[in-house]
Every structure is written in structure tokens, then in C-alpha cells.
């Protein structure tokens, strides 16, 4: 919750999130004011193409989805889903048989997906979660019963929320926290979901983060980061928290690697290795424009919004973590739910 939370795309996907049938991309929105600066670091993995803390991925995971997919799928999920501002040869090459999707820049190397041969042929679609369609159906009274949900509540909120920039306080009214509102609609949300026959999971249920890793234990990358970027000898710390260059001392970027990427990812691993629900729901709250920071205003202006995987951009396809998981992604056929 922030002045401008500005939507990117790419967070969740990021996050992997996946396997869960209705991924409503989580809003692990970054502030505009640090996304300019914050997509830089990337650069610092130009060797392994990889985004910041993710683990290498594995191609050889999609050799179970071989001839699951016809070609003409195929191509109408790329042009129309995934790739709708385009996406080069080089990244990804349709033949009629197969497509051939770039592992590593560096190495010149591919992943041969083989085209089932039409739609009566093709290999089932293997996955850990239930398509809608193979659930049975739903009855009256429990039009949920056997689903599995995890609830994630954005954010982390207690004594991190100033941290994480989720915070602010009108006069002397109690501070709103987006990580302890997210919390406390989890939780009137479990027993109503229940009620109608789901099996609820909280992947977080405090306000403490679930990766064991705090600040500290990122200084080192941290510092790595900015000097990379352009920032030779970075400050240890903030002086003074509305200077916008504290973005560019080791102790800001060692908690934004903390509490967003170590901690997301850390959720991810829960909901894929884990839980592995049929739904994934992360709940956030976006704030609007609120005037002076230092004496916010409330204003009436409401609204809901989802956040759907897609549309990824060519800048994203080029980490190798990032078109993996959209390839992924897209065999699983999440987006038929
Ligand atoms: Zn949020």
C-alpha cells in the first residue's frame, strides 16, 4: 500500500506462483518511484540470465509435457496469451513439428518441444493441480467441497511494515498496515470458504516472514547490486527516509531482498513443493494518491482488480528463469481456467 502501487507484470511470475488453477497474479507491486531503479540490478545476472534470487531452471521438467500440445495450440497461446507484444526467433522458433525455445544466450542452446500430431493424439496434460472442468459437480449446499486454496496475504505487516513501505498513519489514529489487513481478511475468508466445503491452507499466518533469511544475510549482494549499477561506493544506511536516493544504500536494497524477493520466493516454494492447491488467492490492498506524506488523506475512491498472467514483455523473455516459467505456464494450460 503505497501512493502508487504501479503495476508490472512480471512479479508473480517471478514469484512462480503456479500449478494453482486460477493464478490471480499476486500485486507484489513495486513503488514507481523505485521500479526505474530497481530493474537495473537484473543486469547484475547478465551471465546466467537470471532474475534476482532465482534458481536456475530446470528445462528437462518439460520433457513430461512432449506431445501434450498441438502446434496450432500452441501458437495461438503464444501470440494471444503470452508473447502479445511479440517475441523474437531467436528466443523461440514455431516449426511445424516442433518449436526449439532458447535455454542460454551464452551456450546457444534449446529445449525441442515435439507438437502432439492433432488434438485426438495428443498426451495428457500432467499437473498437480485439477483443471475445473475434472472436479465433480459441484453440489448445492458445498459447491466447494475437496477444493484446495491457499490464502496468501500480502505483504508482511507487524513490526516490518514501515520496512516495506506498507504503512501510514492519519493524526493520531492507529497505523494501517497492508500486511495486517490482508492477515485479518485471510482470516474472516477461511471460515466462509469452509463453510462451502474447501480445504483452506494460510501460506503465511503472522506477521513474521516464512524465509529464515533477515537483511543482514543480503548485504554483501546487496552492495554487489549497486555497484554494478552505477553507484561505486553505496552508503550503508538511510539518513533520512524521504530522500529518494536512499534507494541507493546497501541497508534499503539488503530489506527490499528481503522482505520482497527472499520472502516471495520463500512462498512460492510452500504453495508449488508443498501445498499444491487448485487455487492460489493472494489478497492485497492498493492505495490511491494521498496528498502530503506527511499528513495523508482518505478519499472514497474504491475499487477490485485481478491481476492475470500474460502479455509478457520481451525484456522479461530474455531471463531464462522467465520464459522457463512462461513456457511452463502456458503447457500447464493454466490460463484455460
Ligand atoms: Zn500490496
Redesign the pocket.
Known amino acids: ?1 503505497t501512493k502508487s ?1 504501479g503495476m508490472t507484470n512480471d512479479e508473480a511470475r517471478s514469484l512462480t506462483l503456479r500449478h494453482s488453477g486460477f493464478v490471480i497474479s499476486s ?3 513495486l513503488r514507481a518511484s523505485s521500479f526505474l531503479f530497481w530493474i537495473f540490478p537484473l543486469a547484475l545476472y547478465a551471465a546466467d540470465h537470471l532474475t534476482v534470487l532465482a534458481s536456475k531452471p530446470r528445462w528437462s521438467v518439460l520433457e513430461n509435457y512432449q506431445e501434450t500440445i498441438t502446434h496450432d495450440e500452441f501458437t495461438h497461446l503464444i501470440r494471444d496469451i503470452y508473447c502479445t507484444h511479440g517475441l523474437g526467433d531467436d528466443l523461440l522458433k514455431i516449426d511445424n513439428d516442433s518449436a526449439q525455445i532458447l535455454k542460454n544466450r551464452d551456450a546457444q542452446t534449446f529445449f525441442t518441444l515435439r507438437f502432439a500430431n492433432d488434438e485426438a493424439s495428443r498426451r495428457e496434460v500432467p499437473r498437480l493441480w485439477r483443471p475445473a472442468k475434472s472436479l465433480p459437480p459441484a453440489r448445492p449446499e458445498k459447491p466447494l467441497a475437496g477444493l484446495r486454496i491457499a490464502l496468501v496475504p ?2 508482511l505487516g507487524g513490526r516490518w511494515a514501515k520496512m516495506e513501505e ?1 504503512w501510514f498513519q492519519v493524526g493520531d489514529a492507529p497505523a494501517v498496515q ?1 500486511g495486517d489487513l ?1 492477515l485479518r481478511t485471510t482470516r474472516i475468508l477461511a471460515p466462509q470458504l469452509r463453510k462451502l466445503g474447501a480445504k483452506v491452507f494460510f501460506v503465511r499466518k503472522s506477521a513474521e516472514p516464512i524465509t529464515s533469511k533477515r537483511p543482514d544475510d543480503f548485504r554483501e549482494l546487496a552492495r554487489k547490486i549497486l555497484i554494478k549499477n552505477g553507484v561505486p561506493q553505496p552508503r550503508a544506511d538511510v539518513l533520512d527516509p524521504n530522500d529518494p536516493a536512499k534507494e541507493q544504500t546497501v541497508r534499503w536494497q539488503s530489506e527490499i531482498l528481503f522482505y520482497r524477493y527472499s520472502e516471495i520466493r520463500r512462498r512460492a516454494v510452500l504453495v508449488n513443493t508443498k501445498l499444491h492447491p487448485d487455487l492460489v488467492l493472494c489478497l ?3 492505495a490511491e494518491g494521498w496528498g502530503d506524506p506527511s499528513n495523508p488523506t482518505l478519499i472514497e475512491t474504491n475499487h477490485l482488480h485481478l491481476l492475470i498472467n500474460g502479455s509478457y514483455l520481451k525484456d522479461e523473455l530474455e531471463f531464462d528463469d522467465e520464459r522457463f516459467e512462461m513456457v511452463r505456464r502456458l503447457l500447464s494450460r493454466v490460463c484455460d481456467e
Open positions: 500500500m502501487e500485486a507484489f507491486v500480502g505483504h506498507r497492508e490482508a492485497h490492498f492498493n
